[in-house]
DNA sequence: CAGTCCGATATGGCACGTCG
DNA sequence: CGACGTGCCATATCGGACTG
């Protein structure tokens, strides 16, 4: 069994209003694999990429206390060194997830100033995921189907990872036969493969069996039938092969955006978005959100039901749903997202309580609309 | 802007069986 | 006998995106 290799992500600016629960639980993308939520430890657990993105590694990120300066990732299954290489673009991808930097900093302080509640709420940071590619396929999975789905298909999409990249392992140590360098890659393999089928694997608490979410790369090269077939995908399959194509091609300069803070740049990549096959106005809304772009709302049927039910909104409908959110929502511009995400939260956790309390087995019951499931 | 797409899921109706 | 419960099937509904 691989060493414990604990890491530092400094809080700076954000250390005295961030809260751990708060900067998880406030988004459906929390209960979607390959995340795992830990009500009892307050912790998040899931697996990330190593600097070398074939490779991934399990981790599980806490914050000590309130007001405490850094959070804590515990690295799992390396051996006792970690290379630098590696640290960084781990701590980017706890960064990216929790919304930590200076520019979400600002947003969350200009968004509380315009919205009290949200401030004594401690809400702000929407959750997301450690890489652009995983938010967008994740959006294209809310699509034409419940939440219960789209909880299985995130899923099957993991569960496919877990054995491409094991057989991208086992090809890489063949092709390599100085085994001198890749110990830590092997090492992560053994915990990979069959992990699942003896029961060390709950020693650490850790579900290994689950993959981390792939990555344009691994997805790029697969037939669209047999994405398909492995996830369940339906008409799904096809987009989400177009998008990471367009990725792995380089046609979406995304991280130029995400460090660009002007607006029409903004406008540019949603654009660029609307114009890929089974891209609409929700999924690109959803990534833009996700990018840190917080005027259009992705609207949906949940929203529809939502204005009626909560804002008396009784002849809303997908004709008036635009000019309802301007009134409602308008006032927060330029995070018209939070505001409506806070609204959402809102009426979630009055139906089911604090969703950081939730039991994960529950999750796919998460939803305002009103038909129930049953089981 | 209305109609169409698609699979999954919810619903309604029916036959059949069991129990009090 | 009626009141239910169960299993199955056909049908209806759903919901963003696409089409024209």
Partial sequence: MGELIELQVALGESSSSFNMEKAVCNHGLFMMSPNAWIPSTKS????????????????????????????????????????????????????????????????VTEFQILHGSAKERGFGRIFRSPSFFEDAVKSILLCNCGWKRTLTMARALCALQLQLAGAHLQRKRVASNSNLKISTKRLKHKKYSKASSTSESSMSGFDQSIGDFPTSTELACLDEKYLNERCNLGYRARCILQLARKVENGELEINKLEESSDTTSYERFYQKLMKIKGFGPFVCSNIMMCIGFYERIPFDSETIRHLKMVHAKGKCS??????????????????????????????????????????????????????????
């Fill in 44 to 107: 998040l657990r899931r697996p990330l990429r190593l600097a070398d993105s074939s490779c991934s590694v399990y981790v599980a990120i806490s914050h000590p206390a309130p007001n405490h300066p850094f959070l804590v990732v515990q690295v799992h299954g390396l051996e006792n060194s970690i290379s630098s290489a590696d640290e960084a673009v781990i701590m980017e991808q706890v960064a990216r997830m929790l919304r930590i930097s200076s520019k979400d900093e600002r947003d």
């Fill in 318 to 375: 997908r004709k008036t749903i635009e000019k309802d959110i301007e009134e409602i929502y308008g006032k927060y511009a330029p995070f018209q997202c939070m505001a409506y995400w806070l609204d959402l939260l809102d009426e979630y956790e009055n139906k089911f309580g604090k969703l950081s309390e939730l039991e994960s087995s529950s999750y796919h019951l998460v939803t305002g609309s009103l038909q129930l499931q049953r089981n």
